[in-house]
């Protein structure tokens, strides 16, 4: 064979099987005994691959040669070609066997035509094998999803949206549950690396432990997408193959202040001059609880607003923590909390319902704000039981969070300072509740 193969970014589909198949330093490496033994399936499934995937450009990678990297960075037949020429690849398997042994000069001499026709029935056969091997396995590649606590009721909305935009797209996803344990989601993050995942999207339990997050996915080099909780941006900027996707928290606590200044009195049901409020925050070492509970109580003052804060209390997201800390702010504060502010709906819905039992009126002789715009939540806005709540589009997040994991798989790296991919939460209200139902 005297063509050169020096300048492999120069050859074309044909050249790559010839040089592949025939050279010793070649993909398969084994020449004439690409036929013989264990290495046949391994040469059809390769062949097949090289012929009906991308471009040879996308192979020249490798300095030994034309490379076929098999993950979902850059080959995806499409399923409707893999449908269609999964017969016709059986055929043209073995027609460019029949050719790259003529022209590498395989045998002095012209093998009989039985066993020639014998080699052709092996060769067809193994490639129907492998085109439907082709035609099972997932576009995509492997995902390892962790998610802090299942039975958030915004995560499970989120997971689930996760679930079904990556399944979508063909990638094989494992969702695991942290059980709002450090410890364990750092186990099931390298339990995922160990196993060979391409990509992490990671919703951390607790936002101080970044750093050991980013240290970990950057020495096995993982694209990472952390969602829902933001680290720093000196703690992104560690890692390149890193990005944030989420909403702004300090606009959905600004949001929530919006809804109170939208309300006649401005919060100022008793018209003594300030708001009295009560405040059931989140975790407080989570950001998101840090950033609602700041610039909800700012936007009031940047209007001007006096404000009195009677209580804040950690609810940790959840429902009849919520219950119980205004159950109790209103034994203890009566008449005096005009607005009760809660770092998520869950709390807000704990929160409705001690305000119900007290006989207390949302929107009359108190008001009630949220965030993410659960179901719950919008069904109780409508029926005029919560003042309003923060829209935290689970969906939206959920499809530029896969999107931004695609651009990692990419290729595609992100700059110190601009790690973070951010989207709009919206206010939802009694006038356009309907428009997100």
């Known amino acids: 064979m005297q063509k050169s193969y020096k300048n492999k970014n120069n050859m074309n589909r044909f050249d790559i099987f010839l040089w592949a198949f025939c050279t010793k330093k070649g993909r398969f490496g084994f020449g004439e005994s690409a036929l013989n033994g264990e290495n ?4 059809v499934g390769e062949i097949f691959t090289l012929f009906f995937c991308p471009a040879p450009e996308y192979y020249n990678n490798c300095q030994q040669g034309p490379h076929l990297y098999r993950g979902p960075k850059k080959i995806h037949c499409k399923k409707k070609e893999k449908l269609i020429m999964k017969k016709f690849a059986a055929l043209a398997v073995a027609g460019c066997m ?13 093998p009989a035509s039985s066993e020639a026709a014998s080699t052709e029935s092996a060769a067809t056969s193994a490639a129907e094998s492998a085109a439907e091997s082709v035609t099972e396995a997932t576009q995509g590649g492997k995902v390892g999803v962790c998610i802090y606590k299942f039975d ?17 797209k063909g990638y094989e996803v494992t969702i695991v549950d942290g059980n709002n344990d450090q410890a364990k989601q750092n186990e099931q993050i390298n339990t995922f ?5 391409d990509a992490l999207i990671i919703n951390p339990v607790m936002t101080s432990a970044a750093d050991q997050i980013i240290s970990t996915v950057k020495g096995a080099d993982v694209p990472t997408v952390l969602i829902n909780r933001e680290p720093t941006a000196d703690q992104m900027s560690a890692y390149d193959k890193l990005v944030y996707v989420g909403c702004d928290a300090a606009q959905s606590g600004t949001f929530q202040g919006e809804l109170i200044l939208d309300t006649e009195n ?36 940047d209007a001007g607003v006096e404000v009195e804060q009677l209580d804040l209390q950690r609810g940790d997201w959840d429902r009849n923590k919520g219950q119980e800390i205004c159950q109790n702010d209103l034994a203890k504060f009566g008449d005096q909390i005009e607005v009760v502010f809660c770092n998520n709906d869950d709390m807000a819905i704990g929160a409705l319902q001690a305000i119900q039992a007290a006989g207390r009126t ?22 005029g039981n919560m003042t309003g709540t923060v829209l935290n589009d689970a969906k939206g997040q959920a499809t530029q969070a896969v999107a931004s994991m695609e651009e990692l798989l990419g290729g595609k790296t992100f700059e110190a300072g601009s790690q973070s991919v951010y989207v709009d939460y919206v206010k939802v209200t009694p006038d356009n509740v309907k428009d997100f139902q």
Request: proline share 2%; hydrophobic share 45%.
């Open 40 to 43: 046949f399936p391994l040469f």
């Open 98 to 110: 029949a050719v790259s042994l003529a022209a590498c000069g395989a045998s002095a001499s012209a």
């Open 266 to 301: 401005k919060g100022d049901i008793n018209g003594d001059g300030k708001v009295s409020y009560i405040m059931i925050q989140g975790d407080p070492e989570n950001i998101d609880a840090q950033l609602r509970t700041e610039y909800s109580v700012k936007a009031l003052t």
């Open 362 to 383: 949302v929107n009359k002789d108190i008001y009630l704000v949220g965030v993410d715009a659960l179901d719950a939540a919008k069904n109780e806005v409508a029926n």
């Open 152 to 168: 958030d009721a915004f995560m499970t909305t989120y997971r689930n949206a996760l679930q079904e935009i990556l399944e979508g």
């Open 193 to 197: 690396i160990t196993q060979g995942v």
